[in-house]
């Protein structure tokens, strides 16, 4: 279990490289990392330089952060996020969103690939979050000191900020974008799901399927950040479609829906409130 100190230490190391204060933290998902290149004046540092972070070992997440500028505002950028089946921990997976809360930022921009799970979706397709189920894992917050907080109970009726979402899909549309609002469910992986647990997900209300954000979107609320979520539905989720699904159609997706996704996210960076 992290320490105060060892949040401490990681915010410290990270203050003396950064020349600004970030206003919000991005959070770049499978085959959306290079959105990162956008970025103006970067400043990257590897996870395996910051005291106390770990190393993304996920296919695709090259695993570093890059301070800099991007759609004006000044923001740090998770090139690669960690995972619980990297073998991490919640609170591990939590523990950048606490650091840069320390540095300045008030807000989480999360990017994720996702399987469709909701029929009416299709592959390419621009999803803005709007509620997560998770049955699976603890949260970040389980043994945690709870004087690092002023409670131990986190309220998460709104777990996605809904100016945001509203923000987001106005912006979509000036685009040209079509941009929904779906619930998404968390997985831990790695393997894929099956047509079985699909089934059941629809049935609960889910919309995508993922194995990442809940941990980043419980640490965030904890700490009164405003959360966005953009997921790229990058397949099908099993037994949707007749045929195997494998990680290069993820990546491929990715790669695909880089122009479109990263104007949609510079656009709304560029007004966030």
Do not use: W
Request: net charge negative.
């Amino acid at each position: 279990m992290y320490t105060l100190d060892d949040y401490c230490k990681s915010a410290e190391y990270l203050r003396a490289k950064l020349s600004d204060i970030p206003e919000a933290l991005i959070v770049l998902g499978s085959g959306l990392g290079d959105m990162a290149d956008e970025m103006e004046n970067p400043i990257c540092i590897p996870y395996s330089e910051i005291p106390n972070f770990k190393v993304s070992t996920a296919p695709s997440h090259v695993g570093q952060l890059v301070a800099g500028r991007l759609a004006g505002r000044n923001v740090l950028c998770m090139q690669g996020r960690l995972h619980i089946y990297e073998g991490y921990k919640p609170a591990e997976v939590a523990f950048p969103v606490r650091v840069a809360h320390m540095l300045g930022a008030t807000k989480l921009v999360l990017t994720c690939a996702c399987g469709g799970v909701n029929v009416d979706y299709t592959v390419g397709e621009l999803v803005m979050l709007k509620d997560y189920i998770n049955m699976t894992h603890p949260g970040p917050l389980v043994g945690m000191d709870v004087t690092d907080f002023d409670a131990r109970f986190v309220d998460m009726s709104y777990a996605f900020d809904r100016d945001f979402i509203t923000l987001a899909r106005s912006k979509a549309r000036k685009l040209g974008i079509s941009l929904g609002t779906g619930v998404y469910y968390y997985m831990p992986g790695p393997q894929l799901e099956t047509p079985a647990e699909i089934r059941a997900i629809r049935t609960m209300g889910g919309d995508l399927v993922g194995m990442s954000v809940v941990h980043e979107v419980i640490m965030a609320r904890r700490l009164g950040m405003r959360v966005a979520g953009f997921a790229l539905v990058t397949n099908m989720a099993a037994g949707i479609l007749d045929a195997p699904l494998t990680e290069e159609e993820i990546f491929a997706e990715g790669r695909k829906a880089r122009e479109g996704f990263g104007g949609l996210l510079k656009a709304f960076i560029g007004d966030m409130a």
